[in-house]
T-cell receptor, first 111, second 114 residues
Framework: GENVEQHPSTLSVQEGDSAVIKCTYSDSASNYFPWYKQELGKRPQLIIDIRSNVGEKKDQRIAVTLNKTAKHFSLHITETQPEDSAVYFCAASISPNDMRFGAGTRLTVKP | DVKVTQSSRYLVKRTGEKVFLECVQDMDHENMFWYRQDPGLGLRLIYFSYDVKMKEKGDIPEGYSVSREKKERFSLILESASTNQTSMYLC?????????????FGQGTRLTVV
C-alpha cells in the first residue's frame, strides 16, 4: 500500500510567521492529497485538498503545493495565529476507499 | 451535516476480553474506515470497507476483525484484547460519489486495556 512520510513532527513558530509542513508519498498512482487538522480533543477535519492534476491550491491563509515528479506535497500557512495550533495530518489516496495518513505534525503558534 | 458517531468515548477493558467498537454514519456513505491513532505514528489504517459485507485489510489488521452487516454501521472487534491495543480508535466514512472525497471522522474511542 501507499506509504506517506511527514516532516517535521513538531513545529513551533511565532504568531504572524509562516509554517510549512512537508509530505512525501511512495505510490505514483496516488491522485488525491488532503490535509486534516486535529485540534486538541477533537476529531480530524479536512482543511484543504489537492488533486494530481493541479499543482497548487490556495484558500485564504493556507495553501498546498504538489510536485508529482518528486512525489511530495506541502502545506503552507501564512500569518499564523494561535488558533492554528493543532496537529496536522497529510494523506495520499490511490482510490476513494484507500487513504493513508502521515504521522502528523504538532504545530504550536506562540503569541 | 455529516455525522459519524462512535458508541463510546472511553473504554476500559481487561486483557483477553472481546471488545466491540461501534461506528454509525448517517450520510449513506459507501466507504468506512477504522484507524488507530498513537503519538508519533499518526493515523494507521486497520481495516476499511467499501460496501456491506465487504472488508479489506489495512496496514495493521493483526488482532482485529471487522463487521459491516448494514451500510451505516461498521464495527471493529478485538478478539482478545491485549495491552498493546491501548490506543485512540477513530472511525471515518466517505462517499464513492466522486473520486477521492473528504473523510468524515467520529469523535474517537480511547481504549485502555489493563
Amino acid at each position: 500500500g501507499e506509504n506517506v512520510e511527514q516532516h517535521p513532527s513538531t513545529l513551533s513558530v511565532q504568531e504572524g510567521d509562516s509554517a510549512v509542513i512537508k509530505c512525501t508519498y511512495s505510490d505514483s498512482a496516488s491522485n488525491y492529497f488532503p490535509w486534516y487538522k486535529q485540534e486538541l480533543g477533537k476529531r480530524p477535519q479536512l482543511i484543504i485538498d489537492i488533486r494530481s492534476n493541479v499543482g497548487e491550491k490556495k484558500d485564504q491563509r493556507i495553501a498546498v503545493t504538489l510536485n508529482k515528479t518528486a512525489k511530495h506535497f506541502s502545506l503552507h500557512i501564512t500569518e499564523t495565529q494561535p488558533e492554528d495550533s493543532a496537529v496536522y495530518f497529510c494523506a495520499a489516496s490511490i482510490s476513494p476507499n484507500d487513504m493513508r495518513f502521515g504521522a502528523g505534525t504538532r504545530l504550536t503558534v506562540k503569541p | 451535516d455529516v455525522k459519524v458517531t462512535q458508541s463510546s468515548r472511553y473504554l476500559v477493558k481487561r486483557t483477553g476480553e472481546k471488545v466491540f467498537l461501534e461506528c454509525v454514519q448517517d450520510m449513506d456513505h459507501e466507504n468506512m474506515f477504522w484507524y488507530r491513532q498513537d503519538p508519533g505514528l499518526g493515523l494507521r489504517l486497520i481495516y476499511f470497507s467499501y460496501d456491506v459485507k465487504m472488508k479489506e485489510k489495512g496496514d495493521i489488521p493483526e488482532g482485529y476483525s471487522v463487521s459491516r452487516e448494514k451500510k451505516e454501521r461498521f464495527s471493529l472487534i478485538l478478539e482478545s484484547a491485549s495491552t498493546n491495543q491501548t490506543s485512540m480508535y477513530l472511525c471515518a466514512s466517505s462517499t464513492m460519489g466522486q473520486p477521492n472525497t473528504e473523510a468524515f471522522f467520529g469523535q474517537g474511542t480511547r481504549l485502555t486495556v489493563v
